[in-house]
């Protein structure tokens, strides 16, 4: 299991790299050809990729921390990642969107 969970945790850094890399290209591209609201685009694709790979980052926490060594200490550690890493999510989401993520989306 603790190999699992260094997978998923890998998977997540690798996420947060690739997707900010594409959105570097992406933008660097949209530069070069002068169109409008680049950085705007730029911060979403960014935004997205944390996101994405924060979900896997927790999901690492949770897979070594309850599969490998279920102490009240390791528990309460996992709890405050996930807290952290939660209103991280939250933040991010609003800073994408403009909402929080139980508002509904505006038609």
Excluded: C, H, N
């Excluded at 699992?4 to 997540?12: E, I, L, S």
């Excluded at 924060?54 to 599969?67: K, M, N, S, W, Y």
């Excluded at 952290?84 to 929080?100: M, P, V």
Aim: proline residues 3%; aromatic residues 8%; positive net charge.
């Amino acid at each position: 299991m603790e190999l699992v969970g260094r997978t998923v945790d890998a998977a997540g850094v690798a996420i947060i790299a690739v997707g900010t890399l594409l959105a570097t290209v992406l933008a660097a591209i949209r530069l070069s050809r002068r169109q409008a609201g680049v950085y705007r685009g730029y911060r979403r694709r960014v935004g997205r990729s944390i996101l994405l790979g924060l979900e896997f980052l927790v999901a690492g926490d949770i897979i070594r921390t309850v599969a490998v060594a279920p102490t009240y200490a390791s528990v309460g550690v996992l709890a405050v990642i996930v807290g952290i890493r939660t209103f991280l999510s939250f933040s991010l989401e609003l800073e994408i969107t403009g909402r929080w993520p139980w508002q509904k989306p505006e038609d």
